[in-house]
């Protein structure tokens, strides 16, 4: 029995270097040479070369000139510490009471959107640190931004439908665009938005921002 | 539901499927036979740490020595991580300067990892340091799956083994099974995993927590870490603890719907390959495949009604008049329905625990497939070796009740079944829905169990059921939305988590002590074949009838219910 657990004793520290110590510190040198960007959390800048965020890290865009992501329920919104889902059940009244408010917000601030509001835009993604929206929700966001930013609604739909990423291999995910990225290219293509609260670039009538925290925490 | 979606559960099983022979064939080789991959290299590798650990010369060990050496490493397993987490605020690799973890927690995610459950009660990114993370969790997530392995190994050279002239009574060294594992199958499957997922853009670094101002002037802070690492084998040892909070839903976990496929393909990679391993040992590799059948009708079952219930709109967002296409709440935008009711099945099929959505946001239905995966045991292609023992068990009671039916004495791979054959067997059926339906029952009725209910109704209800069951079958996914950061329920499922391990090995093991020793009885026109259809159908049928009879009740009144009430417009 005692050498039993001698064994098992030594068996544990010989384990835990090994796969505890040496796989991990292994791997993180291999990565750091091999792939430096990605093992860095894919960090992005803007065309003035400044580092605003990461490319697979969603981020709260609440100004009407920019597309705005799904609701997060990380933290206050996009707590990128404290990633979470709402993890509010299908008889939850708070889901209920959160939805209405967001679809509320959404037709308020999309007078000239078409059709009705895309369900993902008022539901909670799993990480609270989803990046994307699907293409449908963009292009239902294209004329408050094209207004905001007073450009012709058809080139900003153009820009979307160039940034959206299709099914890996025709078959695996769903198609899908980058927040970030497509709001970076905006500022690219339409002109850089200044720092809030300034007027978008040439806009004719400028939206009023509505206040938009995010999800209460559970 | 679309072609597109159904195409991409096709394509996984069909990889599964190409890849389970292979894969077993290797296993076969190295933890089977002598014929070892690299002999001048890993061969004096392998010698050279059994020898630190003390192991000179590999003896064969009898069921209980065999379950002493498991049960002896295991301890100081548990008591390693815990230790760590207690004095993770005076090592290095600790850049955010996080303090030590409070002693109930403590306790509970050292029971969740040695366990191979990998619950978790607490946030990754604020609870636990980088050197808790490598040292205590990735630590584990290695060991655990290496001696579950073992288990499944045991009872497979229990079942095959011939008995020589003077009675063999042994099956197999553990740390012998424990090293090998490791070296010649975690590790390597794992370095390549992790620098794919790199390639893709998971992170692995040591780095502090990363400041950035954001488009709109915004401060949002990047939480890092050595993620990748412990991301490849939390999926390969089927743990399934995520690094993160948000698991497999978080972007730097699983960026992309391609490192989303090979997450689910290295969950089933070791266990749908140890039905084919298992084949080999037999000698007729029908045997194994029979196993594969029956994993994989529960497994497509899974994935369609899971599927199906997904694809109905949430009636949560009814009266948000929106344009709803599936229930998208908790639900990333690359993976959409389809991917993620994938990965719900197969997390819980396997007893993974990983999430790449939040199953608490799932429509009453839809939550209901992963509760009925793991209430049937954990045998849909299950834990890495806990799927292979948990069906052979399931398959022992299968062969009685076919003897029962006949009227003969059962046998099993030539082996007779016998009184205390069905009594391990049964012990082993019955501590599972003791365990859950015990627990879940007290922590519905006081206090301390319904405080921590993120949702109220039925659905809450649903919650502890779902803790206990993943719990005690050592699953580790979450109705999350519970708060399981307090000191009834992290001892609570502390408890249910090392009694869903190793109440369970234990009666596993002497099993197979009690089989190896047995004369092997030629087939004759009365033994019932365990290689075919008719066997396959009615390991399905056995397992259906045990695991949903059991759970029936309380599943009514939980999300069966909560269906009904929802269809209805009821909210709480």
Known sequence: ?218 | MTLIGWSQTLLFFALVLALTKPVGAYLFRVLETDARPLPRVLGPVERGLLRLCGVSREEEQTWGQYAASLLAFSLFSVLGVYALQRVQHLLPFNPQGLPAVGPELAFNTAASFTSNTNWQSYAGESTMSYATQMLGLTWQNFASAAAGLGVALALARGLTRRPGPEGRKTLGNFWGDLVRATLYVLLPLSIVAALFFVSQGVIQNLAPYHGVDTVEGAKQTLAFGPVASQEAIKMLGTNGGGFFNANSAHPFENPTPLTNLVQLLLIFLLPAGLTYTYGRMTGDTRQGWALFAAMSLLFFAGAGASYAAESQANPALAAAAVAQDGNLEGKETRFGVAASTLFATVTTDASCGAVNSMHDSFTALGGLVPLVNMHLGEVIFGGVGAGLYGILMMAVLAVFIAGLMVGRTPEFLGKKIEAREMKLAMLYVLIFPLVILGLSAVAAVIPQGTSSLNNAGPHGLSEILYAFTSGVANNGSAFAGLNANTPFWNLGLGVSMLAGRFLMMVPVLALAGSLVGKKVVAPGPGTFPTQGVLFTGLLVSVILIVGALTFFPALSLGPIVEHFLGAAGKVY
């Not at chain 1, 007078?111 to 835009?121: D, H, I």
């Open chain 1, 1 to 218: 029995m005692v050498s039993t657990l001698l064994v098992a004793l030594r068996a544990s520290v010989v384990t835990l270097v090994l796969t505890g110590v040496l796989y991990p510190l292994a791997v993180t040198g291999m990565a750091q040479g091999l792939f430096s960007k990605e093992a860095n959390g894919s960090l992005v800048r803007d065309g003035q070369g400044r580092e605003v965020g990461s490319a697979l890290i969603g981020q709260g865009f609440t100004r009407p000139d920019y597309f705005q992501p799904r609701p997060s329920a990380a933290g206050q919104g996009f707590d990128a510490t404290a990633s979470s889902g709402s993890n509010l059940g299908p008889t939850s009244q708070k889901l209920r009471e959160r939805a209405v408010a967001e679809a509320e917000r959404l037709r308020r601030e999309n007078p000239g959107a078409p059709g009705p509001v895309p369900a993902e835009l008022v539901a909670a993604s799993g990480s609270g640190l989803d990046p994307h929206v699907s293409p449908e929700a963009a292009l239902w966001q294209v004329p408050r931004v094209a207004r905001a930013r007073g450009v012709d609604p058809a080139r900003v739909s153009a820009l979307v439908r160039s940034q959206v990423e299709g099914r890996t291999f025709g078959v695996l995910g769903e198609p899908r665009v980058n927040v970030l990225t497509l709001n970076l290219a905006m500022d690219r293509q339409f002109g850089g938005a200044a720092s809030p609260p300034a007027t978008p670039l040439g806009a004719a009538e400028p939206v009023s921002p509505s206040p938009r925290g995010g999800l209460p925490g559970r």
